[in-house]
């Protein structure tokens, strides 16, 4: 799993929300002590696991000057040559970056450690630094996307970071962006990022960022605001055995959204647990990596995917490039051709919710405002709106959202 799963969460959230509104069987949900409105069982969890750390921001992981480093020494002519540009994979052309002894050691390990679709090669060493005595001395807690540091320091135990694991998630327009310079100073951290690390850049953010917005505004989003009283938190988030590092995890996750303040009431900046297994999720990048042989070519990324929620109609989404496995390009644009956990579905969800409740029982923010396009039942949420332009203001300013075009669909 390598991006935040919310369609497929609010998928569930919203069959849940029908089972308390009917009244039918046994929902997550309570009633809360405002009218019309929804609270989670007190006895129940939310926990989000990760097969690989979070794209953007929680992926700039310190590198320590005993690690095994992702590619050749970078040479003093190299970095100070300014028609050469840092390329985010860390393979420089061969004229240009060249070992000094291709039969060392580590040049050999380098040969044959298995590498990510972005080209780069990744260790266990350096694993969870919540306690353990080598951890860096990186911290940027307080950062905001204002004040962009490059990851630097020394280990309690005298060893020095000298280089970062690269994120393949870009800066967003109008960040501070990264200085590309060899080794450790090659990331920002703290910034905001869109995805995918190679191709066009996309209106999605980084998967740090989405996770580290969920710890603010809750997971459910705007729409099934309407229903609840308090919006749904994360207690966990588990990230499975990869290259990892727990302050990276912290400062993108909690760090640079800790200062916000003047959120309406229910909302506010958890205190999410972090933690990682010591398991290897069997599908994971890193399992199949380990199983491939040499000349079987690079790991690239699949463009199908498969979405499972805890629905009793058609629980199982298969998607090819974004459509329906199945979908022809005749198909496209047609109902058959959608995803279960599209905007537009999710919203078609929301609307038989609403029409499977009497209007007089409908939260007061539907009822007072009377919306019609999916934009106007969301800016309708008032309090998450709120919530939202705050942490907007205070530590996500340059946050890419659609144009709301996009989303006056009926």
Not at 90 to 102: F, G, H, N, T, V
Request: charged fraction near 25%; include cysteine.
């Amino acid at each position: 799993m390598h991006r935040p799963v919310q369609n497929e969460e609010e998928r569930y959230l919203l069959h849940q929300l029908h089972l308390a509104a009917s009244l039918k069987e046994d929902s997550i949900f309570v009633p809360g002590t405002q009218r019309e409105l929804w609270k989670l069982r007190p006895d129940l969890l939310f926990v989000f696991f990760s097969s690989h750390t979070p794209c953007g921001d929680a992926s700039i992981i310190p590198m320590l000057q005993f690690e095994d480093q992702p590619c050749c020494p970078v040479s003093r002519d190299w970095a100070n040559n300014p028609s050469v540009e840092a390329s985010d994979n860390l393979e420089a052309p061969e004229d240009k970056r060249k070992c000094e002894d291709s039969d060392s050691p580590v040049t050999k390990k380098m040969r044959l450690e298995p590498r990510t679709a972005d080209g780069m090669a990744h260790h266990q060493s350096f694993g969870n630094q919540e306690s353990g005595p080598n951890s860096p001395d990186v911290s940027s807690s307080n950062l905001t996307a204002e004040e962009p540091a490059a990851v630097t320091g020394m280990a309690p135990g005298g060893a020095k970071v000298v280089d970062v694991y690269r994120t393949g998630a870009k800066c967003v327009p109008g960040e501070a962006g990264d200085s590309g310079k060899p080794g450790a100073a090659y990331h920002r951290v703290g910034l905001l990022r869109v995805k995918p690390g190679r191709g066009d850049r996309t209106c999605s953010m980084s998967c740090s960022d989405k996770l580290a917005r969920w710890n603010v505004l809750g997971c459910q989003g705007a729409l099934l605001m309407h229903f609840l009283e308090e919006p749904i938190y994360l207690s966990a988030v588990v990230i499975g055995k990869c290259p990892y590092s727990q302050e990276a995890m912290q400062r993108a996750l909690i760090g640079r959204c800790q200062n916000v303040s003047a959120l309406p009431e229910g909302f506010g900046v958890q205190e999410v647990k972090i933690q990682q297994s010591d398991l290897l999720f069997e599908q994971s990048r890193c399992a199949v990596q380990a199983k491939k042989s040499e000349n079987q070519g690079r790991l690239v990324p699949c463009g199908a995917a498969i979405s499972w929620s805890a629905v009793p109609e058609q629980p199982l989404d298969v998607t090819a490039n974004g459509f329906p496995q199945g979908t022809t390009k005749k198909g496209i644009g047609r109902l058959q051709a959608r995803s279960r956990i599209s905007k537009v579905e999710l919203f078609r969800s929301f609307q038989k919710l609403l029409s499977s409740i009497s209007e007089d029982k409908w939260p007061d923010s539907l009822r007072v405002q009377k919306p019609v396009t999916y934009h106007e039942y969301k800016e309708a949420a008032s309090t998450y709106q709120q919530a939202w332009s705050a942490l907007r203001k205070q530590a996500f300013g340059s946050w890419i959202r659609n144009p709301p075009d996009y989303q006056q669909f009926k």
